[in-house]
């Protein structure tokens, strides 16, 4: 589709926005959204015609690109068979979504669990685990996010917590491996696994074994960095669980669906969590719905007792008819192995290219359609580009940076001293270069703000 500008529609979708709508994690009056008049693959465009290549998926949940017409035509043909149905009865569409995921979840995590979205997957892991347990503590990374409602906010690891942190929601913050920024004074990435997983296990002595039900992490932690775990951390962690009794969950609501060029992060890692988080691009988005897969062992602990909880719209027909499509979409165009080719023999190559070239550039670190470039001010101290939590002024760099990559065409995913190179999983080479060019020339504006040496 070519945008056509309309630039007085376009004020008056602003106008409403401004008058009525309330935007999460923003000051009201600091915010100036863009209009959006459509969107279709990799692009979307606004009221003046300007169209931009979104290398950040949305919110990194359009894998599959915006309105692909199987998955339109599916949620179309589901509207007008059934547009609705409530949660306790047996329909096609969730029926059909539940077993294609459990197809493809690892291990034996083959009950799902449908809820509206990851934070409230979350919600109901963590309450699973403790009915399963008995036990009231969940441990969660630094360096995190697991969503904003509030359990996933309160085991949240980033700045955003710390507004509705009662410090009584019974979680427990650790250290997760991350040699770039070690906390463990690691120089090698095999100390760095060697350490992490010490102080995992001595957060739980020290908290006591018996009291805690849970530990979740992010396979591969999304919005917080795209730090991929070192050989043999996870691993590692699934042992510290099977000694003390506790749950293990991987939250995969941004990894998951092909976005690591495999259908689920923990696949490159070979491990098997007890439960499993997932929403985003399980149907790309389109329409909401995320859940929990779960194991033999945690299901039957509810074989002959009430689970206490549930959603009105748990399953929405609309939104399984359109996770049906999707996955069948995935499968049947060779997505989550497009993504791991354009990630091993595309991105990679380019994003060390440029990091060579900008002094701005301290690390890449990713895979598939899911990599993350660490800016910094000083590539020997590796001091970040913005410091931790910027705002306003002192966010300065990252906003020229990706004020410039917007000027040239591109959407980035930008946060703190970050910007992660997420677009959709079924990008095309041509589109993948467009948009790495203009990251090469937003990277120099960057460099602007650099210590040379």
Not at 67 to 93: D, G, L, N, W
Not at 342 to 364: C, F, K, M, Y
Request: hydrophobic content about 45%.
């Amino acid at each position: 589709m070519t945008p056509q500008p309309h630039p007085q529609a376009g004020a008056a979708v602003k106008a409403a926005d401004r008058a009525h709508v309330f935007h999460s994690w923003s000051a009201q009056e600091l915010i100036d959204p863009l209009a959006v008049a459509g969107a279709e693959g990799s692009y979307f465009w606004d009221y003046e015609g300007k169209r931009y290549l979104d290398l950040s998926s949305g919110l990194v949940y359009t894998n599959i690109g915006y309105q692909h017409p199987k998955v339109v035509a599916a949620i179309q043909e589901q509207a007008a068979k059934m547009t609705t149905f409530a949660p306790a009865f047996a329909v096609e569409a969730r029926s059909e979504a539940a077993r294609l995921i459990a197809e493809r979840t690892p291990g034996d995590l083959d009950k799902i669990f449908f809820t509206n979205g990851g934070a409230d997957a979350v919600e109901h892991a963590v309450r699973m685990a403790r009915l399963h347990t008995g036990r009231p503590k969940v441990l969660s990374a630094y360096r995190s996010y697991h969503g904003g409602t509030q359990q996933a906010i309160n085991l949240t690891g980033d700045p955003r917590r710390w507004a509705s942190d009662s410090g009584s929601a019974g979680t427990v913050h650790f250290w997760a491996p991350f040699l770039y920024r070690s906390r463990f004074y690691a120089e090698t990435e095999e100390q760095e696994c060697a350490r992490a997983l010490e102080h995992l296990e001595t957060t739980i002595a020290f908290e006591g074994p018996g009291t805690v039900a849970a530990i979740i992490l992010e396979t591969i932690p999304g919005t917080a960095g795209i730090m991929m775990p070192p050989a043999g951390y996870l691993a590692g962690v699934r042992e510290i669980c099977d000694k003390y009794g506790i749950v293990f969950v991987l939250d995969e609501v941004m990894a998951g669906f092909g976005r690591t060029g495999t259908w689920f992060a923990a696949d490159l890692y070979d491990v098997v969590p007890d439960l499993m988080t997932f929403a985003k691009g399980v149907n790309s988005g389109y329409v909401p719905l995320g859940g929990v897969a779960i194991s033999g062992e945690i299901a039957a602990s509810f074989a002959e007792r009430p689970y206490p909880g549930g959603l009105t719209y748990s399953g929405h027909p609309l939104a399984c008819a359109a996770a049906v499509a999707t996955i069948n979409v995935m499968a049947r165009e060779g997505v989550v192995a497009h993504a791991a080719r354009l990630g091993a023999q595309v991105v990679e190559p380019a994003l060390r290219e440029l990091a060579e070239r900008h002094p701005s550039v301290g690390e890449v670190r990713g895979t598939g359609m899911f990599w993350a470039l660490e800016l910094v001010k000083n590539r020997e101290t590796r001091e970040p580009l913005v410091p931790y939590n910027a705002t306003g002024q002192a966010a300065t760099p990252m906003s020229a940076f990706a004020a410039s990559a917007k000027a040239h065409g591109v959407w980035p995913f930008v946060n703190m001293n970050r910007t992660h190179v997420v677009p959709p999983c079924n990008i095309s080479e041509a589109e993948l270069k467009e948009g790495l060019a203009a990251l090469d020339t937003a990277l120099s504006v960057a460099d602007e703000y650099t210590e040379r040496t």
